[in-house]
């Protein structure tokens, strides 16, 4: 655009009743990052408002919108590591929508004029992160998780395009073949023509290329593995580690495409050893294995399913002697496993809707909403400790499964109870395993009665306690009144003072509450004896890096008193 074209842009700009999503002015230069977020953020915006495009203006007061004017020169300027401005702003903004710098000679003074386009593929980040308008306020896109789903329905869906470059010569026959065998199992009404279909035919059916020409989801799930640098710059790629229990890493190995085939490698990579258990009521052990194969195989495909491939990340999974970690990139859509859990329904977006779709043709996933409830729902089958899902990182999904039984008795008792929903085992059983969770679970399970505790140092309650037969590791667990620590210090104190700090610890650390850590432990008898320094019962003789506790001359009726009190 010339400059008398841009000046009428910008003034059509300002003729906007007030500063929106899409819109934002600026009157003075702002920091190379904070610009950075403000393209991310008006890209997205402009993509859930329906606009083209989105632009950040400096040199306009955002309050009047009178041109205020600026000497602001992108092209004179520097981001990080003094890398040009433009570039480096080129670079943080994936996926690339293209932006434009217009300095402006407006009559009144000059403008910059940035100019961003919409988000069309799925949310715009900078340099790894995210931003979105509200409103005239700009914060991080996962704050708003409702917005972040609206931007995925309305983006193209990578791996439904047409990969150019690729001929079915890419794919994999002996993946071919096993998707002929996994597509008659999945439509059996189908399964006595599906052998007299070529491959174009059966492949156009499962809907993984479109009128015969090989999409990215084919190359995904089916492709020769050279064919994964057709994807460039997407990664294709799922790594198994294996590491010990000091977390070294011991082996490794990658896996490319054909998915299809590979992940049945990577299962056979899993030492999925044998436990022996003793049921109740029986006097015979039964053997099970380590893991339910198929929770790791429904795990692993939601993964490929669910992976966002413009992140350029790989699947991992992660198998240490007790537990395997599989994760992908990419955010949670439903928000959180407790939505899934309960709505137990086919989910509203995908954020790859056409390889899922052809993963359910082919036997792999069900989009009817069941996959994740019934992982939870086969462990509680096998006694085992149930799925633990890890959402803290915006942009990536982990789930952990536990390869050990904490406790028979205690997870038979919270499993048969009809009473409770399955929900509410979750939130028991991550109790159980010292794995946090929310405020509003906590109350949850404060007012069913079912935990102890102050938040987030939980216990189970003395009911449940009985009901499993742990009246004496709920006492441990919880730990004694504060009477009785305070009475134990001024008994030692009075009787062998001065004391040090060293003795009171081992005096007191092994009788404190063993959900508490050992950081937890330290603090508490801290608080202890401020408490009984307070009351005027204990004072320090020595120093504060050495401290040496003496007990005062009041008596012990007093000092019974006082704690009493305390």
């Known amino acids: 655009m010339g400059n008398a074209e841009l000046v009428a842009l910008v003034d059509r700009l300002r003729r906007e009743p007030n500063e929106t999503e899409w819109l934002e002015f600026k009157a003075k230069r702002y920091a190379p990052q904070e610009i950075g977020e403000y393209l991310s953020a008006l890209a997205n915006s402009a993509s859930l408002v329906g606009k083209p495009r989105g632009y950040l203006v400096f040199g306009i007061d955002n309050a009047s919108h009178d041109v205020v004017g600026t000497g602001f020169d992108p092209y004179a300027s520097k981001g990080k590591g003094n890398q040009d401005l433009l570039i480096w702003l080129g670079e943080g903004l994936q996926p690339r929508v293209g932006f434009e710098a217009h300095p402006v000679e407006h009559p009144d003074g000059r403008v910059l004029l940035f100019e961003v386009g919409a988000a069309a593929t799925g949310p715009v980040r900078f340099y790894g992160t995210a931003f979105i308008r509200v409103g005239s306020s700009k914060t991080t896109l996962t704050r708003h998780p409702e917005k972040e789903r609206a931007l995925w329905t309305r983006r193209a869906d990578w791996t439904a395009q047409v ?7 890419d794919l994999d026959p002996e993946a071919i073949a096993k998707a002929r065998v996994q597509f008659k199992i999945k439509h059996p009404r189908q399964a006595q023509h599906v052998d007299s279909w070529d491959d174009t035919t059966l492949l156009n059916k499962a809907r993984l290329t479109i009128k015969g020409a090989v999409t990215h989801a084919a190359i995904l799930l089916l492709g020769r593995p050279e064919s994964a640098s057709l994807l460039s710059p997407a990664v294709a790629k799922l790594s198994w580690i294996l590491k010990d229990a000091q977390n070294r890493e011991l082996d490794y190995e990658h896996f490319g495409p054909p998915f299809l085939l590979q992940v049945d ?56 002697p007790v537990s395997i970690l599989l994760s992908n990139v990419g955010s949670f859509l439903p928000g959180d496993v407790e939505t899934v859990i309960r709505q137990d329904a086919p989910l509203e977006i995908y954020r790859n809707p056409f390889l899922a779709e052809a993963m359910v043709n082919l036997n792999m996933i069900d989009t009817q909403g069941g996959g994740i409830k019934r992982m939870f729902q086969a462990q509680i089958r096998r006694f085992f400790p149930l799925p633990d899902y890890d959402l803290s990182d915006p942009e990536r999904v982990a789930v952990t499964l536990r390869g050990t039984i904490l406790d028979e008795q205690y997870c038979r008792l919270l499993m048969e109870r009809g009473d409770l929903d399955l929900w509410l085992v979750i939130l028991l059983d991550k109790v159980q395993k010292r794995v946090p969770i929310r405020k509003e679970d906590h109350r949850r399970l404060k007012s069913a009665g079912l935990v102890e505790g102050r938040y ?10 009985k009901l499993a037969g742990h009246e004496a590791r709920h006492i441990r667990e919880r730990g004694f009144d504060n009477r009785y620590y305070l009475d134990l210090v001024v008994e030692l104190v009075r009787e062998h003072g001065p004391i040090s700090r060293a003795k009171i610890d081992h005096m007191l650390l092994d009788k404190l509450p063993e959900v508490l850590t050992a950081e937890q432990k330290k603090n508490r008898v801290h608080n202890l004896l401020s408490a009984l320094s307070r009351k005027g019962l204990i004072y320090n003789s020595g120093t504060r890096g050495q401290p040496r506790w003496q007990a005062t001359a009041t008596s012990p009726q007093d000092a019974t008193k006082k704690i009493k009190a305390t």
């Open 163 to 169: 990969c150019e470059r690729a001929a079915m010569e």
């Open 265 to 320: 490698r990577v299962l056979q990579r899993i030492r999925n050893l044998t436990l022996r258990t003793l049921p109740s009521g029986t006097l015979f052990p039964q053997e099970v294995t380590q893991y339910e194969p198929w929770v790791i195989r429904e795990a692993l495909h939601n993964c490929i399913a669910h992976q966002d491939y413009g992140l350029q990340g790989r699947v991992n999974l992660v198998e240490t």
């Open 456 to 465: 987030p140092n939980l216990i189970i309650s003395g009911r449940v306690a």
